[in-house]
């Protein structure tokens, strides 16, 4: 058995104890009142805690650029560019040629 197979079957093992004893204790036990309690408390502290997670995400994140000023951004370097291979073939051009032997 390799090690996937067995962690796999160690997680179904687990999970049908866990759906066992939840349901000796919903059905079965004095205790069921505040089981289903915590468990509907769980539920929605788990949803309404992953909407305050984005909530802050989305408020702390600064807005993107408008695309304009990214345009702008873009035509910029590449005017840079063009100018610095200008400037380097012009260099080169006034140079006399290497000799490899």
Do not use: C, N
């Not at 093992?13 to 919903?26: A, C, P």
């Not at 990214?70 to 006034?94: D, F, R, V």
């Amino acid at each position: 058995m390799s090690k996937d197979q067995a962690l796999g079957f160690g997680m179904m093992i687990i999970s049908i104890v866990v759906i066992l004893i939840y349901g000796w204790l919903v059905f079965l036990s004095e205790y069921a009142l505040l089981i289903l309690k915590l468990t509907g408390f769980i539920a929605v502290a788990g949803v309404f805690g992953i909407l305050a997670w984005i909530g802050y995400t989305l408020a702390s994140t600064p807005p993107p650029k408008p695309i304009e000023e990214i345009e702008k951004e873009i035509e910029e370097e590449l005017k840079k560019l063009e100018s610095e291979t200008q400037k380097t073939t012009t260099a080169e051009e006034g140079k006399p040629p290497t000799k490899t032997t």
